[in-house]
Structure formats: C-alpha cells, structure tokens
C-alpha cells in the first residue's frame, strides 16, 4: 500500500487545528505540569552546586614543625600526590599563613601587633575529589613514614598536626545528604505526577473522539491507519508543551539567577549549559514517550471494532 | 454473494436469541429489502455480515469467504469491499464531506490524484457537489445519508449495506434516498437495506425478507412489506 507520511502528516495537523479546545487543554497542562518538573530541576540543581561548594570546603591540612627539612616535606608532599582521591596540594609557608591571619583579622589589627615573631606554622593543604571520603586520605596521611620527621607531634598526629574538622565533616555530609536524597525524591515525584497527568489528559481528548475510531474501523481502516495520526498528535501536543516549558524556564533563570547572584554574594548560585541541556533533554524525552504512551493505549482501547 | 447458513446470535444467554437459524443466499447484483418491527433481528442480520458481530453458531460467506473465521486484521479489508450506510450517519464530525467521502479511499491507499477525481464525481451522483466543504453539523439529515452513501461508493464495493438509511428522514427525502440506491445497484453492486419503511418497500417491488422474532418468516422476490400485519 502506497500510503505518503505526508498524508499522516496532513491528518494530525488538520486534526490538532479542529480538535483546537481539547489540543489546547493538553498542551497546557503539558506545559504547565512540565514547567514545574523543570523548574524543580533547576532548583535543585543549584541546591546542588551550592551543596557541592561546601563539601568542597573539606579539605586536609597538615601543620608542620618549624624546623622541618625541605627534602622531608618534598618527599611528603610526593607521598601525598599519589594518594587516591587527593584532587591537589598546596604548601603553605610561615609568611604566606602569617598574611592569611592578617587578612582575616583585618578589623582588630591590635592582634597582629601583638604578636613577636611569627608564631604560625607552615603546612600542606589537601584539597580532595571525593570530599566525602576525606577519613581514607588522612589514614594515609598518618601511615606515611615521612609524616613523623615533619610533624611536631609524630607519637599521635591526629591530636593536633592534622586538622580536617573531623566533627564538622560527618554533620555536614550528614546534612548534605539529606538535601540531596529529598530534592531526588521530590523530583521523581514531581516527575510521576505529571506523567500521569499528562498521560491522562492525552487519554480523555481520545476518549472525546471514541466514536471517531469506531466509524474509522466500520470504514475499513486498519489499526495503524487509525494508530499513526493520533500518536503524532500526541507527540505533537507534547512537544510544543515541553518546548514552551523549556523556553520559558530558560527565559526565567536568564532573569533570577542574575539577581540571585547580587542578593545571595556568599552562595554560588549558577546554571550551566550542562544543567540546560540536561533539562531539555529531560522534558522532551519525556514528554514525547508520554505522548506516545497515552495516546497508543488510548486509541488501543477503542479499536475493537 | 452472500450465503448465511443456521446462523443464530444470541447477545445475553437465557434470554431470547436475537437471531435463530437463519438461512438464506443472496446472488450478485440483488436488491433485497430486510423487513421487521424493531426488536426482529434486523440490525443484528446487517452487523453480522459487516462483522461488526460474530455469530454465535453458523456459517457466513461473502464472496466465497468464510467471515467467522478471518482473522481479525484481515477485517478492515472485508470492510473496504462492503459499503455500509447506518441510520445515524455514522460521518467523522471534524471533516467535511469532501474529506469524509475521500477517508474511505486514504484508508485504501488511493493516492490524491485518484481521490480529487473521484470524490467530486460520486458527490454529484448523490447530487451534493455545492455542500463539498460543508462540516456534518452544518448539513440536513438527507444530506448527511447522502454523504454517508457517497462515502459508502465511493470505492465502488460489490456490496452495499444499509441500516435503517432513512429512519431518521421525512418521507420525501426518504424517497431520494432510496433512488439513490437503487441507481447504485444498477451499476452492478448488491444491495441490502434493512427497513420497517413500509410505502418504501411497497413502492419498490424489489425482493423482501421479513423477520420476526429472530426467523425468516417470508422470502419472497418482487414482495410487499407484508399482510396486512
């Protein structure tokens, strides 16, 4: 059989433009349930990176003695390089500490006046690529031989040559971790709901049109004849539904993360054209499965004739 | 063409069969009317052999082909050699009636060509040829039964089924109708009305089978609707 897909092509159009209240109907609810699942996206992605930028925080610092040997200390920086999961190190010296104190207590300058000397020891600074299994790297740290000819302490270096803010870590990763499983659930939530929304509302614009299939059937359609207009209707309504959703979220965060940025300086708060693309691959991807989905079972109901 | 043997359908068990043992043979070309009071089994005969409905026992041929046991994807092709007018009009309210005419030759695959000469052809036959843009809600019920007969013949089928075509018309238009179709079996095509339009098919000395309660109770060629019953 010769049939053009210009002719499908035709009939949904033509079908989307006559159909014009119902299509409307579930284009928006389309657009608004899609506009939500998008907007949770971007939100909890941004929860995200900030979440991400204190964890990011967690970082080993080793203290050294002041008359440590700057062999020994090149050989434990050596050691610690190799170390999985140490993303970097940094040597920190007495003078480069002594101005980060004055830096940060630059509002009662009378402290640094006090001080004879420079008191403030040089130390190694370990930034991680997993923060969250900061104990594995400072376990290495303590088995390293070459620790104990640097340290102060070298019986327990725990006590006071290693400061990684043991307390803090396990409470923030405890809390960041429930951020993140909830932003999850909530988003998988949000995600079903509209689904189903959407699904159902693809359904009921079928449903208005049952006899339709019937007649379709007593005139000699086959199934797929019938099939193919309404799943590219469909997927037609899906798609202007996400890419209006889509749109309007890009045209939104082009406006609020600017003023977010000026209102919220000691927050990161960005979207990256990463996060984009995943969103819209996210609501397109699932707005035309759904589309196909309630409209193949729809018709699929009203074809036993 | 059409041969039914002891076909019975029977819709709710324990009840009353809507059809029992029907037998009969209708040869190529025929013009046979379907006589009853409503209730007789008329629409059940006509669904039957559109297989719209699948007999509870016997046997149905068209053309030589057993329709009980055709596979049900098999059925839209039945159907394209069956044309079917119903009392309801049965039209697709969101075409016109160009478009409901040129439906039944895109769902065989004519290409636009033979649909743009074809439709306003049968539309003229059936005398619609200024309505071809109207929507069925802008049309009279004749008109209607009019697109839904150029719908019905458009593909030229060798058999034609009529359920009730002028039930719902005046009796003027009814008379249109039905020379409608008797111009239709002229050109060759079988066709079956199941009727209770008595003048109708007085008028028509064409031949009658009348049911009662579900059984043929009269067969007869050139026939009248009935006795004075």
């Known amino acids: 059989m010769a049939i053009s897909p210009g002719y499908f092509l035709r009939e949904t159009w033509s079908s989307f433009r006559r159909n ?8 928006s609810i389309i657009y608004i349930s899609l506009l939500l699942v998008g907007a949770f996206f971007l939100t909890s992605s941004v929860l995200n990176e900030i979440v991400s930028s204190f964890e990011a925080k967690v970082q080993v610092q080793v203290f050294l003695k002041d008359g440590a040997l700057p062999a020994d200390v090149e050989s434990l920086q050596a050691d610690i390089q190799k170390i999985p999961n140490v993303k970097s190190i940094t040597y920190i010296t007495k003078a480069q500490a002594l101005e980060r104190f004055k830096e940060r207590t630059k509002n009662t300058p009378q402290l640094v006046e006090q001080l004879r000397g420079n008191p403030l020891p040089a130390s190694i600074e370990v930034a ?4 969250r299994e900061v104990q594995g790297v400072v376990d290495a740290i303590v088995k390293d031989a070459n620790l104990a000819k640097v340290v102060k302490n070298p019986d327990d270096p725990l006590a006071s040559d290693i400061r990684y803010g043991q307390n803090v870590v396990e409470n923030l990763f405890k809390a960041t971790g429930i951020v993140r499983v909830f932003a999850a659930a909530f988003l998988i939530l949000l995600l079903v709901v509209s689904l189903v929304l959407i699904g159902n509302t693809i359904r009921l614009a079928i449903y208005s049109r049952r006899r339709e299939i019937g007649i379709m059937r007593l005139v000699g359609a086959s199934n797929w004849f019938i099939r193919t207009p309404f799943l590219l209707e469909g997927v037609l309504q899906s798609l202007i539904g996400s890419v209006l959703a889509l749109l309007t979220l890009i045209a939104a965060q082009a406006f ?15 979207i990256g054209g990463l996060t984009v693309a995943q969103l819209a691959a996210l609501l397109i991807f699932s707005g035309i499965l759904i589309g196909l989905l309630g409209s193949g079972t729809a018709v ?6 | 063409m059409i041969s039914m043997k002891n076909v019975s359908k029977v819709y709710v068990p324990d009840k009353p069969p809507a059809l029992t043992d029907v037998d009969c043979e209708i040869a190529q070309g025929e013009f046979v009317f379907i006589v009853g009071h409503s209730g007789s089994g008329k629409s059940t005969f006509i669904r039957l052999l559109m297989r719209e409905l699948i007999p509870t026992t016997g046997q149905i041929t068209i053309a030589g082909q057993d329709i009980i046991s055709m596979k049900s994807w098999k059925v839209p092709f039945l159907r394209r050699n069956i044309g079917c007018v119903f009392q309801d ?3 697709l309210p969101n075409k016109t009636a160009y478009e409901n005419v040129a439906y039944a ?5 004519k290409s636009r060509h033979v649909i743009a000469t074809q439709v306003p052809e049968v539309l003229r036959l059936v005398g619609l040829e200024d309505k071809t843009d109207s929507y069925p809600d802008e049309l009279s019920g004749g008109e209607q039964q009019r697109v839904s007969i150029a719908r019905a013949f ?3 089928p060798p058999l034609l089924l009529a359920d009730e075509p002028t039930g719902n018309l005046d009796p003027a238009t009814s008379l249109g109708i039905m020379s409608l179709l008797n111009r239709i079996n002229k050109t060759g095509t079988t066709v079956l009305v199941a009727t209770h339009d ?9 031949r009658v089978i009348a049911l009662e309660n579900g059984r043929i109770i009269r067969d007869q060629s050139r026939g009248v609707y009935g006795y004075g019953d």
């Open chain 1, 20 to 27: 014009w209240v119902m299509s409307l109907v579930a284009v």
């Open chain 1, 128 to 131: 991680l690529s997993k923060p």
């Open chain 1, 256 to 270: 609020i993360v600017p003023w977010l940025q000026d209102n919220l300086k000691f927050l990161p708060v960005s």
């Open chain 1, 300 to 305: 699929r109901r009203y074809l036993k004739v």
């Open chain 2, 89 to 91: 009009f049965k039209l």
């Open chain 2, 105 to 109: 030759l895109e769902v065989i695959g």
């Open chain 2, 154 to 156: 458009v593909n030229r």
């Open chain 2, 198 to 206: 008595r003048e109708m098919v007085d008028s028509m000395r064409k």
